[in-house]
C-alpha cells in the first residue's frame, strides 16, 4: 500500500510539473473518472454522468475525452490510479468518496467533482456546503442511517437486535459508526457491526449471520456494497436475512428493501458539473448539490419468501414496489 505522505509528494510533484508536459493535453479536454468500486456494477452510473454532460453541453467523444479507472474495491489502489491520470493533463477529476478524499490534499489546482453519501463538510471534503472553496465541489447521495434502522425496526417490531454491514476500509468509516450507534440507542435497539473489505469477505460474513439468524441487517452505504448488490440480494436469499440497502439496485435484484437516495441522479449532477467548469466556472463558486430523490423501495416477492408481513404504513409510503 502506498504511504499517504509519499503519495501526497508524488501527486503533487506531477500536478506542479511544467506547463510544457501539460501542453500534451489531447486537443479535447481529458476528465479522469475514478470510482473505488467494479464497472460491472456502475453502468447506470456512467449512462447518468454522461446524461449531465449532454446537460452541461458536452459529448464523449465528440468534444470531450472521458477515462474510466475501477478500484475494485481496493482503496490503496486509488492514488496510484490518480497519478497516472493526472500526468496525463486531466481537465477535471470525477471520484466517489475514497478517490476525492485521497487526492484532494495533493492536488490543489486541478478542479475535482466528488459524489459522496457523506456529510462532505464533516469528513473534510468542503469548507462549507454553499461555498466549497478551492478546486472541490460535487454532489452528495442523501442518506439516513437512523432512517434505515428505523425502518428495519418498523418492519420487524419485535426485533431488538439488528446488524450492520460496513467496509472499515472506508474514509468515512468512524463517521458512519457514529451515526448508525445514535440511532440503536434512540430506538432501543442492539446493534452489531460486521466487517467486509472485499466481495470475497461477503461470503463469510453471510455464512455468520446464517448461524446465529440474524433479525435484520442494514447494509452501510459503500462503492464495495453498489458494486455488490446481485451478490448481496443473492446471499441474502440463500441465508434468508431480511435487509435493507442504500440502492435501489438491491431490492431490484432481489433483495428486500431500500431507503436512500439516488446514485443515478448524484452522478448526473456531478456530469453538469464537470461540464459547468470545462466551460470555465470555478469549483469554490459552485455550491456542493444534494440528490433531491429519496426512494423506498419493497420487494414483496421476497418479503413473502421470507415469511415478513410488510405493514401497510410502510408499503404506503413506498415509491416502488416490486412485486
Known sequence: MM????????????????????????????VAFINSGSAGGYQHVVV?????????????????????????????RVPVIALELVSRGVAVIVANTPGALAIKSAVTTIPIVFTTASD???????????????????????????????????????????????????????????????????????LHVLHASTARDLDTVFATLGQRRSAALVIGPDALFASNSQQLAALTAKYAV??????REFPAAGGLMSYGGSLSDAYRLAGIYTGRILKGEKPADLPVQQTTKVELVINMKTAKALGITVPLTLRGRADEVIE
Open 120 to 190: 462532505p463538510v464533516q469528513i473534510g471534503l468542503v469548507a462549507s456546503l454553499a461555498r466549497p472553496g478551492r478546486n472541490v465541489t460535487g454532489a452528495t447521495i442523501c442518506q439516513s442511517a437512523p432512517k434505515q434502522l428505523e425502518m428495519a425496526h418498523e418492519l420487524l417490531p419485535t426485533a431488538n437486535s439488528i446488524d450492520v454491514l460496513v467496509n472499515p476500509t472506508a474514509p468515512e468509516i468512524e463517521v458512519a459508526l457514529r451515526e448508525y450507534d445514535a440511532a440503536a440507542r434512540a430506538l432501543g435497539l442492539d
Open 242 to 247: 431480511p435487509a435493507i440497502s442504500f440502492l
Open 3 to 30: 504511504k499517504r505522505r509519499s503519495f501526497i509528494t508524488l501527486l503533487g510533484g506531477a500536478a506542479a510539473w511544467p506547463l510544457a508536459a501539460r501542453a500534451q493535453r489531447q486537443a479535447m479536454p481529458l
Open 48 to 76: 447518468a454522468f454522461r446524461q449531465g454532460l449532454k446537460e452541461a453541453g458536452y459529448v464523449e467523444g465528440q468534444n470531450v475525452t472521458v477515462e474510466y479507472r475501477w478500484a475494485e474495491g481496493q482503496y490503496d
